[in-house]
């Protein structure tokens, strides 16, 4: 429920306003003079209806805008001289939320069928100059009403628009900055990084050729090549992943699994939960924190087996990573960038991500991502 700027909420706030226009129009009309035509009873309840009609302004104006205005025709003709204070608020509510023509066509019909209603029940007998400057001052607070209405409306709609500007100008800034990084790790690193991988292939191969022992540091320099030029290659997909490419979710988690079941790790799958469509950011999120753990667990963990579990749930999507590792509660690894990314985001989406050794060995990591906020 949304609140207001004191943190009312805006259905209590709704209901306080109705409640006040109520027993402020049931005052006056008590306290007033009325021709005391017998409907006395009559023109108390539509008094009281039409302010708390307003109660429900917010979420249905049109309607409530025809109830206040038939109420304030139905309380003139019973007898009671009392302002259409209700209606002014639902004129206000319509304007606001957009109803222009709706709001013009029923206030002209209000007010010619006021003072035809006042003169039903015999409170006009004064002559036409007084019936003439009534019906100016009731004009004139139905235009400000309407006005006010019309004002804040469209200064929602700048507010609205600025927003989404600020938006659309941070995400464009961010995708060239982005952009403009992928370039220059690629000019600066990839040529250097791949004459080095080249360059050690060709000494352990030469090497080899001749029936020499390959010494240990160049095995490293080599199997260090291959992992920086994957990694990097990894890093310009991933800053050049913007909207134009086909972004990675769920329907991609097997492609990982059997990934990592092909590098010789014995990778499991398993689904629980009655699969439904989910958010594209949580679908993102659960690839990225499934690519991860396995990434983690390919290079550091020394295992030999990992489940992935996936589990929908009505109002979340839960992932667990087990994996049989060396990881032990007495040895927990530094968290590393990629570990710090998978909380970002998970965190991003007010989720809760958990990684940590297990008390019999290996290493687990379970994310809760919430569908709604995601959504």
Known sequence: MSKGRFGVPAGVRDWLIAVGVAAALLVTGASGQHAGTGLDLLGYVLLAAGGLALAVGRRAPVPVLAVTGVCAVGYQAAGFDVAAVAYLFAVYAAMRAGHR???????????????????????????????????????????AAGAAGEALRQA???????????????????????????????????????????????????????????????????EAGREASRELRATLEAL?????????????????????????????????????????????????????????????????????????????????????????????????????????????LGGRLRAEPRSGGGFTVEAELPLERAS
Do not use: C
């Open 101 to 143: 023509a709706v709001t013009v066509a029923a206030s002209v019909a209000v007010l010619a069928a006021l003072p035809l209603a006042a003169l039903v029940s015999g409170l006009h007998d004064t002559g036409e100059a007084f019936a003439q400057a009534r019906g100016a001052l009731e004009i004139a607070w139905l235009i």
């Open 156 to 222: 929602e709609q700048r507010a609205d628009e600025a927003e989404r500007t600020r938006e659309e100008t941070a995400r464009r800034r961010a995708d060239e900055e982005r952009l403009h990084i992928a370039r220059e790790l690629h000019d600066s690193l990839t040529h250097q990084i791949s004459v080095i991988k080249v360059q050690a292939e060709v000494a352990v191969h030469v090497a080899r050729k001749r029936g020499e022992e390959v010494p240990d540091a160049l095995l490293a320099i080599r």
């Open 240 to 348: 050049r992943d913007d909207d134009k490419s086909p972004p990675r979710g769920l329907d991609h988690v097997p492609e990982l699994v059997d990934r990592a079941a092909k590098s010789g790790l014995e990778a499991t799958l398993t689904i629980e939960g009655r699969r439904h469509d989910v958010p594209a950011a949580v679908s993102r999120t659960a690839y990225r924190v499934v690519q991860e753990s396995l990434t983690n667990i390919a290079r550091h963990a020394d295992a030999g087996t990992a489940s992935v579990r996936i589990d929908y749930r009505p109002q979340a999507l839960a992932i667990r990573i087990d994996d049989d590792g060396k990881a032990t509660p007495d040895g927990v690894p530094e968290p590393g960038i990629g570990l710090l990314g998978m909380r970002e985001r998970v965190a991003a």
